[in-house]
């Protein structure tokens, strides 16, 4: 069993940055792939970035050299740099494990946080 907890959240200016992290409980962690999401008001959570437990990433296009996940087995953590934020940013963040390596669907991780609000405005 893996419990996750976002923290970092908040409001930001258009063009700021945030970094969230993803607490997670549970000695096998280190062996999951890791993802974040989002969520805004009236749509479905998409993918935004994830990680295998090796280090290897995968980013969703519009986050592409702007966000970067990364993951500290050591303290069962995983972060999301957010830079140059825009508006459209806006969004509940969830973290994600699972054990099927990498994928974009969120039926293909098995826990996830309760979420945590990045509001960015204009």
């Known amino acids: 069993q893996v419990q996750l907890v976002e923290s970092g959240g908040g409001l930001v200016q258009a063009g700021g940055s945030l970094r969230l992290s993803c607490a997670a409980s549970?000695?096998?962690?280190?062996?999951?792939?890791a993802a974040w999401f989002r969520q805004a008001p009236g749509k479905e959570r998409e993918f935004v970035a994830a990680?295998?437990?090796?280090?290897?990433?995968y980013y969703e296009d519009s986050v592409k050299g702007r966000f970067t996940i990364s993951r500290d087995n050591s303290k069962n953590t995983v972060y999301l740099q957010m830079n140059s934020l825009k508006p459209e940013d806006t969004a509940v963040y969830y973290c994600a494990a699972g054990r099927n390596g990498i994928r974009t669907r969120t039926s293909g991780y098995d826990y996830w946080g309760q979420g945590t609000q990045v509001t960015v405005s204009s």
């Open positions: 549970g000695r096998t962690f280190s062996s999951y792939a």
């Open positions: 990680i295998r437990w090796t280090g290897g990433t």
